[in-house]
C-alpha cells in the first residue's frame, strides 16, 4: 500500500548514510511500490551540485548499495525522477529562502537530520525562521542524541523550541530491524512464551553486538564516545528494553515507550567488578586500536561487557549480560534468552547438553531459532540431544535475506505514516543517558584502562571470567 504523498528533504543528501542506507531504501520503497508517483526527494547539503549531478550520486548508490536484482533501468530512471538538489548551508543563511518555496504545504513534510549532531539544532531553528515547517511536519533526527545527560537535554530542548515531541523522529536503527518487531510479536501475540518470560524460568539474557571492523577513518569521533556511548546507550539499551519491557496495553507509540522507558529507570547502578572494558591490540600489519584513535594515552573502550540489573519484580535473580566491540572475531548481532534447567530431571546426566534458549539473530541474518531437548533418533537408548526450531525469515520467506526490508527504509516510511513506535522519546534518551552517565563517571574517577584484547578475539579474557564466576558462559562469536 503506498503512503500519503510527501515531500522528504535530507539534509546531509550527499553524505555516507544518504548514500548508503537512505537513497538505497527510498529506490527499494519506489520498486516496491510503496512511494506515491508524486513523492518528491530533495537532497539539501553543502556541496555544489545540481539536480542532475544528484541525481547522477544517487544512481550510483543505488548501483553499489541495491541488489543487482533489482536494477532496472525504468524503474532507476523513474525513481531518480523524484530527485532534486539544493545547496543550504546549515550554520548560515544560504539556500534556505528557495527551498522554503518549492515545499508543498498539502503533503506529507519530512526533514532528515542526517549530519553531525552540531547542526540538529541549527537546521529545526532554520525550518522555523524560513516557516519551511508546520505543526505537522517532522523531523528524523540521528545518532548520536547528546553525549551524555546534560547535552541530551540540552539537544531535547532546543529542539521542542520549533518542534512538538509528536514530530520528533530520533532514529535508531536497531528498530527497524525485521526481527526486533518480530520480537515483539513472538512476545505478545503469543501464549508460548509470557508465562516463563521472567526470572522463575529465564536463567539470563545475552545481548551481543560485535563487528570486525576497528575504528580507522573515524578514530577521532569514537575516541570522544566509546562503546558505551556509541552502542550500549541506544542500541543495546534499545534491544534490553524491549526484551525486558511488560506487556504494553496497546500496540501504540506512547504505550510502547512508556514499557521501555520503565525498564529504563528500573535498571540499578552498576558495581565496577560488573563491567569489563577492552582495546584491541595490534595484529599482523593491522593498527592497534590506539594507532587507529592517534591518542598514545586514549583510555576510551572498544570493547565493553556488563552485568545488568533491572530491579523489578518480573526480572529479580535474572542477569542481564551486554557485550559489544569492535575488531572481534565475527560480525554478529544476536540476544540469547537462556532459560532455568527443568525442576527435576527424570533422565541420567549428560556431558555438554545444553539448556532451552531463545536466539534471536539480528545481524548478519535475521530470524530466531528455538533450541529444544528431543531424544536422539535411533535405537541407541534414551539419549538426549538438542536441536534448534529454526524460523530464519530467508528460509521462511523463500527468498535470500536481502530482500528483507532494510531498517532504514522501514522506519522511512514509519515517518512518512505518521508512526513513532519505533523511534526513541526524548525522556527515554535522557533516561538511558542518565543510567550511563555515573557509569562513565566511575571510570574518570578510577582512572580505569581498558584491558588490551587481541583483535579477531571474543574480547579480553575477563570478559569470559564476568560469565564464567556464575557457572555461565557467553554464546561463541562466530
Ligand atoms: P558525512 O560526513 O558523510 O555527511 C555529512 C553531510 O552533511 C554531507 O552531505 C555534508 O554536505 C552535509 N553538511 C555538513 N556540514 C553542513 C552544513 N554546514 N550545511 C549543510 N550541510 C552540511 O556523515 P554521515 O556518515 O552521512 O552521517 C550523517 C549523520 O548520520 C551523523 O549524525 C552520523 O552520526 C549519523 N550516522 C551515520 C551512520 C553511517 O553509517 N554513516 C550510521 C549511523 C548514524
Known amino acids: 500500500i503506498p503512503v500519503d504523498p510527501f515531500d522528504l528533504v535530507i539534509f546531509g543528501g ?146 521542542a523550541e520549533y518542534f512538538d515531541e509528536t514530530q520528533i523522529y530520533r532514529i535508531d536503527h536497531y528498530l527497524g530491524k525485521e526481527t ?99 582495546q584491541y591490540r595490534a595484529e599482523g600489519d593491522q593498527p592497534s586500536y590506539i594507532e587507529d584513535a592517534e591518542n598514545p594515552d586514549s583510555r576510551t573502550e572498544s570493547f565493553l561487557a556488563m552485568k545488568v540489573h533491572i530491579a523489578n519484580w518480573r526480572w529479580n535473580g535474572t542477569p542481564f549480560y551486554l557485550r559489544t566491540g569492535k575488531r572481534l572475531r565475527a560480525r554478529k548481532s544476536e540476544i540469547a534468552v537462556v532459560f532455568k534447567e527443568p525442576p527435576h530431571s527424570i533422565f541420567e546426566p549428560q556431558e555438554g547438553r545444553r539448556c532451552n534458549e531463545l536466539i534471536i539473530h539480528l545481524q548478519p541474518n535475521e530470524g530466531m531459532d528455538l533450541r529444544v531437548t528431543i531424544k536422539e533418533p535411533g535405537p541407541g537408548g534414551m539419549r538426549l540431544m538438542d536441536v534448534a526450531l529454526d524460523m530464519s525469515f530467508a528460509e521462511a520467506l523463500g527468498e535470500d535475506a536481502e530482500d528483507i526490508t532494510d531498517a532504514y527504509e522501514r522506519l522511512i516510511m514509519d515517518v512518512i505514516r505518521g508512526n513513532q513506535t519505533l523511534f526513541m522519546r526524548g525522556d527515554e534518551v535522557e533516561a538511558a543517558w542518565a543510567w550511563v552517565d555515573p557509569i562513565i563517571q566511575g571510570w574518570i574517577d578510577r582512572g580505569d584502562r581498558p584491558k588490551p584484547y587481541d583483535a579477531g578475539s571474543s574480547g579480553p579474557e575477563d570478559a569470559l571470567m564476568l560469565m564464567h564466576r556464575e557457572g555461565r558462559r557467553w554464546r561463541e562469536i562466530t
Open 14 to 159: 550527499t553524505g555516507d548514510l544518504a548514500k548508503r542506507k537512505i537513497i538505497p531504501g527510498l529506490y527499494r520503497r519506489f520498486v516496491a511500490g510503496q512511494m506515491p508517483e508524486d513523492a518528491r526527494i530533495i537532497g539539501a547539503a553543502r556541496s555544489e551540485l545540481d539536480n542532475d549531478g544528484y541525481r547522477d550520486f544517487a544512481r550510483k548508490a543505488i548501483e553499489k548499495y541495491v541488489h543487482a536484482k533489482n536494477h532496472d533501468k525504468d524503474k532507476v530512471r523513474d525513481f531518480l525522477k523524484c530527485l532534486s538538489y539544493f545547496r543550504i548551508d546549515a550554520l548560515g543563511q544560504d539556500g534556505w529562502k528557495d527551498l522554503a518555496k518549492i515545499i508543498r504545504k498539502d503533503v506529507v513534510q519530512a526533514f532528515y537530520f542526517s549530519v553531525g549532531p552540531r547542526l540538529f539544532g541549527e537546521l529545526a531553528k532554520r525550518l522555523h525562521k524560513y516557516k519551511i515547517a508546520g505543526p505537522d511536519s517532522r523531523i528524523v533526527v540521528e545518532k548520536p542524541f547528546g553525549h551524555d545527560l546534560e547535552s541530551a537535554k540540552a539537544l531535547n530542548a532546543e529542539l
Open 180 to 278: 526486533v518487531q518480530n520480537l515483539m510479536a513472538v512476545r505478545f501475540a503469543n501464549i508460548l512464551f509470557e508465562p516463563l518470560w521472567n526470572s522463575q524460568y529465564i536463567d539470563h539474557i545475552q545481548i551481543t553486538v560485535s563487528e570486525t571492523v576497528g575504528v580507522s577513518g573515524r578514530g577521532g569521533y569514537y575516541d570522544k564516545s566509546g562503546a558505551m556511548r556509541d552502542m550500549v546507550q541506544n542500541h543495546l539499551m534499545q534491544l534490553l528494553c524491549l526484551i525486558a519491557m511488560e506487556p504494553p496495553a496497546h500496540f501504540d507509540p506512547d504505550s510502547v515507550r512508556d514499557e521501555k522507558l520503565k525498564v529504563i529507570r528500573a535498571l540499578d547502578p552498576v558495581p565496577a567488578e560488573d563491567i569489563v572494558r577492552g
